[in-house]
């Protein structure tokens, strides 16, 4: 059975164009790989350990900390820029490696280890139990734009310490930083939310104790 002619003339038409459709798809391949990768950053603020108050007993407590909540825009991955006007932006070839609440727990949790004054500090994925519980409130976590210069690095957590058992508060405190990047070059500011970060956790795990350590 012969071919259709309509056939062998796709055929004739196609296979002398199959180069130039190559060097097509490469020349496409080649613009998007023009575009930045997008960078992962962490943060590995660990403020120096807070010395025990004269005559502070070590505490048998343990503490529970939850994943904080987040103002709006500050739940994500991205690094949060706030700019003139109030406007939420986002830097474009940057991001956190993981979401802003989850690494702002670990640290949390980090600091209050080294603190030494709970037994025991864990997360809330943790299936021990603990005598009591850490809320946090992540309200500030944004590069500000407010001159021409380089960014401040914005830090604010609220925490809440209370019991496990009837969820009743004991105490709550705001720990605040701000520190203006050296440049605005992406390297100078994570260092910045570092210095800033490192700041705030030092003030949390200067307040966060159970209640007998006072």
């Known amino acids: 059975m012969k071919p259709c002619k309509a056939c062998a003339l796709s055929r004739g038409v196609l296979w002398p164009c199959l180069p130039a459709l190559i060097a097509l798809a490469g020349c496409v391949?080649?613009?998007?790989?023009?575009?930045?990768?997008?960078?992962?950053?962490?943060?590995?603020?660990?403020?120096?350990?807070?010395?025990?108050?004269?005559?502070?007993?070590?505490?048998?407590?343990?503490?529970?900390?939850?994943?904080?909540?987040?103002?709006?825009?500050?739940e994500r991955e991205g690094i949060a820029v706030l700019r003139a006007g109030r406007r939420l932006d986002f830097y474009t070839a940057a991001r956190w490696?993981?979401?802003?609440?989850e690494m702002l727990q670990a640290l949390v949790i980090d600091s209050l280890r080294t603190a030494g004054r709970f037994s025991a500090v864990e997360s809330?994925?943790?299936?021990?139990?603990?005598?009591?519980?850490?809320?946090?409130?992540?309200?500030?976590?944004?590069?500000?734009?407010?001159?021409?210069?380089?960014?401040i690095i914005r830090v604010a957590l609220v925490?809440?310490?209370?019991?496990?058992?009837?969820?009743?508060?004991?105490a709550s405190f705001t720990a605040h930083s701000e520190?203006?990047?050296?440049?605005?070059?992406?390297?100078?500011?994570?260092?910045?939310?570092?210095?800033?970060?490192?700041?705030?956790?030092?003030?949390?795990?200067a307040n966060v104790a159970p209640p007998t350590a006072h």
Do not use: C
């Not at 925490?159 to 004991?170: E, N, P, Y």
């Open 159 to 170: 925490g809440t310490l209370g019991r496990s058992s009837d969820r009743i508060a004991i």
């Open 97 to 101: 490696a993981a979401r802003a609440p």
């Open 29 to 74: 391949s080649g613009l998007n790989s023009k575009i930045p990768a997008q960078q992962s950053y962490v943060l590995q603020a660990a403020p120096a350990p807070t010395p025990a108050a004269a005559g502070e007993r070590p505490s048998s407590a343990s503490v529970q900390v939850l994943r904080p909540s987040a103002a709006p825009g500050l």
């Open 179 to 205: 520190v203006r990047a050296d440049a605005d070059r992406m390297q100078a500011v994570i260092a910045a939310f570092d210095q800033a970060t490192g700041q705030a956790l030092a003030q949390l795990a």
């Open 124 to 151: 809330d994925a943790e299936p021990f139990a603990a005598q009591y519980v850490l809320g946090l409130e992540l309200q500030h976590f944004e590069a500000v734009y407010d001159t021409a210069g380089p960014p």
